[in-house]
């Protein structure tokens, strides 16, 4: 059995990010903070800058359609607002810019013996020891993103629902403050937000370094139904995995197949 994380306190987090555009909102439980802040943002209330965070979801949404399910208070669970100032062509770098502050985040609190067992699958997933700790989703709302970010943080093996996921706890990493993490990952995305604004080429390369898709043979499969394998060779400018045999992919599921 895994403890319980602290309540989070939207105080002690706002406080620590006083000196940001961060507003943050946390509910005690909701369906999802995903489809809550889409909503106010598409009724004018949310602003760029705008979290809502929850310690419990009855509907939590994940990537093409499926659930995202977590017991209370085991997973940080949150959704920020953003207008970011470059082309919308772009804007497929973002889920990837809040993985690497996922990660980033991590190695702020956890130090130098988690930094090498994190990385990235594409498109955005975070990996722990080569398996999901964080998933991220990242939907067009008005005229801006809302991002979603799940982490599993204290959350047990048996609530795991998938054999490839796992959980901070579960490899060794204990935090029971989840908004420590909160905190970073936001102070994080908007300092990697702006520089990428200004330059992207720093962070696309921090990105293919921190990448575990990049260099492999994947197999990946499109939500109509295709499946192909492939090596993985990189990531372009619009946030498209790129193949060997010159296929850009938007949108997929990535299983990274073992080379014998
Ligand atoms: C995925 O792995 O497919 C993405 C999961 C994203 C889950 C987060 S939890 C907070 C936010 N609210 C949701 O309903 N989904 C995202």
Do not use: C
Request: cysteine-free; glycine content about 8%.
């Amino acid at each position: 059995m895994s403890p319980l994380g602290l309540p989070l306190n939207s105080n002690e987090i706002n406080d620590a990010l006083k000196k940001s555009y961060w507003r943050v909102n946390v509910v005690e439980e909701t369906g999802s903070t995903q489809t809550d802040l889409s909503r106010s943002v598409r009724v004018g209330v949310a602003k760029h800058g705008d979290v809502l965070a929850t310690e419990f979801q009855s509907a939590g949404r994940g990537r093409l359609d499926r659930r995202f399910e977590a017991p209370p208070r085991s997973s940080l669970l949150f959704s920020f607002f953003i207008v970011p100032q470059t082309k919308h062509q772009e804007w497929g770098w973002l889920p990837l810019l809040a993985g690497q502050s996922a990660i980033a985040a991590m190695n702020k609190v956890f130090g130098t013996d988690i930094s090498k067992k994190l990385s990235l699958k594409w498109p955005n997933d975070v990996l722990l020891n080569e398996k999901k700790v964080a998933g991220i989703l990242s939907e067009r709302v008005g005229d801006g993103v809302v991002i979603g970010i799940g982490m599993n943080v204290i959350t047990p093996r048996e609530e795991i629902g998938f054999e490839n996921a796992t959980s901070l706890w579960i490899e060794g990493f204990v935090l029971l403050e989840r908004e420590r993490l909160l905190i970073e990952i936001l102070k994080s995305f908007s300092k990697y937000l702006s520089a990428w604004e200004i330059d992207e080429s720093e962070l696309v390369e921090k990105y293919r370094q921190a990448s575990s898709t990049i260099g492999k043979r994947i197999r990946i499969q499109t939500p109509s139904g295709r499946s192909l394998e492939e090596n993985a060779v990189n990531v372009d400018s619009s946030g498209a995995l790129v193949l060997s045999n010159g296929t850009r992919v938007t949108v997929g599921d990535v299983i990274h197949l073992h080379q014998e």
